[in-house]
């Protein structure tokens, strides 16, 4: 291969690692990084949720009787809270109470009976079973979301939510 080729193969590689990069930080969320470290346990305190098929959780950080409800003194639940979903398939999601287009700590989502979270604030709707897909905006952005992972141990079965 010659020099020019060389050139023009580097040259190529070069644009479309740009391009993909470009493209994945559109979709990135403009909603500030903040550490999640929830443990539900689906064996005592949230039996119910366990198993549950489009059903929701909140935790709202600014709402003291669900934080009394956790158990927790203290537990990181992101930017604005969490909201947990068992979509259809029974596969838990978590995503940020804080919607996407509004960026305000205190300006959040609510999930809805249509498997749904609305922003009353902007008017924004996201799918949940989507992956917090938007279905009717002025928001360009889904909803933050977080890993949850079920775990089954001898002491229970828990829902683990982290970033």
Same mark, same amino acid.
């Given at each position: ?35 999640? &470290? ?16 489009? &059903? ?108």
């Amino acid at each position: 291969m010659n020099r020019l080729n060389i050139n023009i193969v580097l040259f190529f590689i070069l644009f479309v690692s740009f391009v993909f990069q470009s493209c994945e930080n559109e979709k990135a969320s403009p909603i500030p990084n903040s550490t999640v &470290d929830l443990r539900l346990n689906l064996s005592t305190i949230y039996s119910t949720f366990k198993g549950s098929i489009n &059903d929701t959780l909140v935790f709202d950080p600014y709402d003291n009787v669900n934080n009394e409800q956790t158990g927790y003194g203290v537990y990181y639940v992101g930017y604005s809270g969490i909201l947990v979903y068992t979509d259809l398939e029974g596969k838990y999601l978590a995503f940020d109470l804080c919607c996407p287009y509004e960026v305000d700590r205190h300006t959040r989502i609510y999930p809805n009976e249509n498997g749904e979270a609305v922003c009353k604030v902007c008017g924004s709707k996201f799918i949940l079973y989507y992956g917090g897909a938007v279905s009717k905006g002025p928001s360009k952005y889904p909803l933050k979301s977080y890993q949850a992972n079920f775990q089954s141990t001898s002491s229970g079965d828990f829902l683990i939510i982290r970033n």
